[in-house]
């Protein structure tokens, strides 16, 4: 059964800097593309961006420039950097694991979330 960890959240200034881990277990990781979505208290779930088996990255516009996933196959561990933090990313980040890119919001596995609190 895939497990996902998520870990490095915490309490950052804004323009600060954050590097969100996501470690893989239980299958070969190289088999699922990756994912990483945010949820804010009272807000929808927002997708932050993916990257896919290959290493090839998608983001959806409003994440391009300050959002930055990879992935270390070699550790089994995805990543999720965040630039220029603002308030308004408070969140809990959530990674997922699919095997598509494309359906990544119907991911079949989900980690239990980290949270991201941006505040001076």
């Known amino acids: 059964q895939v497990q996902l960890v998520e870990s490095g959240g915490g309490l950052v200034r804004p323009g600060g800097s954050l590097r969100l881990s996501c470690e893989f277990s239980g299958d070969t990781f190289t088999s699922y593309a990756m994912g990483w979505f945010r949820q804010a208290p009272g807000k929808e779930q927002e997708f932050c961006g993916g990257?896919?088996?290959?290493?090839?990255?998608y983001y959806p516009e409003p994440m391009k420039g300050r959002f930055t996933v990879s992935r270390d196959n070699a550790k089994n561990t995805a990543y999720l950097q965040i630039f220029n933090l603002k308030p308004e990313d408070t969140a809990v980040y959530y990674c997922?694991?699919?095997?598509?890119?494309?359906?990544?919001?119907?991911?079949?596995?989900w980690g239990q979330g980290t949270q991201v609190t941006v505040s001076s």
């Open positions: 990257i896919n088996k290959r290493g090839v990255t």
């Open positions: 997922a694991a699919a095997t598509n890119l494309a359906t990544m919001s119907d991911a079949e596995y």
